[in-house]
């Protein structure tokens, strides 16, 4: 009986590591500071930047609603028409951390099925706040 409960412990304690464990590859993320240095220096391989959440906008963002909404992926797909499908473009949402919004993956995956394989996420390992506002980033105004 003390197998099965140590072994059922063991196993809740892996469990509960790996939910908790990042869903982005390094190589999927863009870290705020670049993309804050693209942004004010009009960096002339600046990405499209999406605002699928609920936040306020980064500067040059495109507000198209939360990523779980059904027309998301149309009002991308709408802005993107004129767009090589090398063009970068980067999602966040904002209200959460990046390794558990319910509004990114949809938004990304639509994207990449979309064609747009230089598709980042914007790396906000907490939310919008701490992680770009409060280190002065530029905002929309």
């Known amino acids: 009986m003390?197998?099965?409960i140590s072994l059922a412990l063991s196993f809740s304690t892996a469990l509960a590591a790996y939910a908790q464990a990042?869903?982005?590859?390094?190589?999927?993320?863009?870290?705020t500071a670049e993309l804050a240095e693209k942004i004010n220096t009009n960096a002339k391989d600046k990405p499209i930047i999406f605002n699928v959440g609920p936040m306020d906008n980064i500067k040059g963002a495109i507000s198209v609603g939360l990523g779980t909404?059904?027309?998301v992926t149309q009002q991308m797909k709408n802005?993107?028409?004129?767009?090589?499908?090398?063009?970068g473009v980067?999602?966040?949402?904002?209200?959460?951390?990046?390794s558990n919004c319910p509004n990114i993956k949809p938004a990304y995956d639509a994207l990449i099925g979309l064609?747009?394989?230089n598709t980042k996420v914007l790396e906000l390992p907490e939310n919008l706040k701490p992680d770009w506002v409060a280190k002065d980033?530029?905002?929309e105004e």
Not at 22 to 31: G, I, S
């Open 137 to 139: 980033y530029p905002m």
């Open 2 to 4: 003390k197998i099965i």
């Open 90 to 98: 980067v999602i966040y949402c904002g209200c959460c951390s990046y």
């Open 69 to 71: 909404s059904a027309t």
């Open 115 to 117: 064609g747009f394989k």
């Open 79 to 87: 802005k993107l028409s004129m767009e090589s499908k090398t063009r």
């Open 22 to 31: 990042p869903v982005w590859k390094k190589e999927q993320l863009m870290p």
